[in-house]
């Protein structure tokens, strides 16, 4: 296969995790004799850095012509005091609203070896295996107006959580095909019982899941799940639910499995041509840019790692080379390959790129 990737390190330790995905995308090509052509383009502090804005649009084109995009991190408090509309983050949502990424998948699965270093006890986590399905490009950080002001009050603001039946209809049903691929559950959360959106969600939900009848639908309260995933998260297959509830349970579903460095994400869009199943993505680590670790080879690149493994099966079509990815990760983990952040006590940690390395020689 001969594929185009647009990779982009971005800030803080996204180049060092990035690299070490690289380092494993080689070992993919060398073993299953692939070629894939690799485009470096910048985004967030480092754009601003190098070109004045998070991300140009020249280079926005240039990711609408990859078969997918590989991204580090974004952010840092170099940039924390610059206008708002040119900070960091706005290059990676501009990415996902150029893209037309519509869905963000969120898995998080939990190794034998590592249940031990979830805050959480380990009988409550051992076994977790769950994907959430977050919408990527409506709700409260989209809707119209937004804004702050002054009255003779005193000092106020709105923002608006806007849904249009399309935008619900499309995640809701990919929610709904990778549970088939999966357990056949889906978790479907909101606040019907207070927000107009909710309701409008839950009638969606409810109407297209005659369309599957051999999938599970139950609904779950925004609030009730917060509590369900730290009591009985092994319960869930797939959970799908609107963009600012996403943004916080996946932060909180990110404990279970020990570390936040540990857990991939693939922003989504539509499929490229009928029936392909293969999809145009953004593939990411779900944690930060973590400046104050930058440069020392301490940052876990699992995360990053396991979206290149997400990159190769959603984007690229290649389930064998992305299980031989998954696999690599694992066996690199059981048999004590660590970084600083999940190693047990009296063993040495490996650096980020060592632990690329390793990954890469189980390929």
């Given at each position: 296969m001969n594929s185009s990737i647009v990779v982009m390190p971005g800030d803080g330790v996204g180049p060092e995790i990035t690299a070490a995905a690289l380092a494993v995308l080689d070992a993919v090509a060398s073993r299953y004799g692939h070629t894939f052509r690799l485009t470096?383009?910048?985004?967030?502090?480092?754009a601003i850095d190098k070109h004045g804005v998070p991300l140009r649009?020249?280079?926005l084109r240039v990711c609408r012509k990859a078969d997918a995009i590989l991204l580090g991190a974004v952010g840092g408090p170099q940039w924390d005091n610059i206008e708002v509309g040119l900070r960091p983050e706005r290059g990676l949502l501009a990415l996902r609203k150029g893209l037309g990424l519509f869905a963000n998948l969120r898995p998080v699965?939990?190794?034998?070896?590592?249940?031990?270093?979830?805050?959480?006890?380990?009988?409550?986590?051992?076994?977790?295996?769950?994907?959430?399905?977050?919408?990527l490009t409506g709700g409260i950080y989209f809707g119209k107006p937004t804004r702050q002001w002054a009255d003779s009050r005193g000092r106020l603001a709105v923002d608006t959580m806007k849904y249009r039946e399309q935008e619900v209809e499309r995640v809701v049903r990919l929610a709904f095909e990778l549970a088939r691929t999966r357990r056949k559950q889906v978790a479907s959360v909101d606040k019907s019982n207070v927000l107009s959106t909710s309701r409008l969600w839950r009638e969606i939900v409810n109407e297209i899941?005659?369309?599957?009848?051999d999938v599970?639908?139950?609904h779950v309260l925004v609030d009730a799940m917060a509590m369900r995933l730290v009591r009985q998260?092994?319960?869930?297959?797939?959970?799908?639910?609107?963009?600012?509830?996403?943004?916080?349970?996946?932060d909180e579903a990110s404990v279970i499995a020990g570390s936040i460095g540990l857990l991939p994400s693939a922003s989504l869009g539509a499929q490229k041509g009928s029936g392909s199943g293969r999809r145009i993505g953004l593939y990411e680590p779900i944690h930060g840019s973590a400046p104050s670790m930058a440069g020392q080879g301490k940052a876990n690149p699992t995360g990053t790692i396991l979206s290149?493994?997400?990159l190769l099966r959603s984007s690229l079509g290649l389930t064998e080379e992305a299980e031989a990815v998954d696999k690599a990760v694992?066996?690199?983990?059981?048999?004590?390959?660590?970084?600083?952040?999940?190693s047990e006590p009296g063993t040495s940690p490996v650096s980020t790129s060592d632990f690329g390395a390793a990954v890469a020689s189980r390929i």
């Open positions: 470096e383009v910048a985004i967030g502090g480092d649009p020249e280079d699965a939990v190794h034998p070896d590592l249940a031990s270093t979830s805050p959480i006890k380990s009988e409550i986590v051992s076994g977790v295996d769950l994907v959430v399905v977050r919408e899941a005659p369309e599957f009848p599970t639908l139950e998260p092994g319960r869930f297959d797939v959970i799908v639910m609107e963009n600012m509830f996403g943004d916080i349970l996946t290149l493994a997400m694992s066996s690199a983990i059981a048999n004590g390959v660590r970084t600083y952040d999940i």
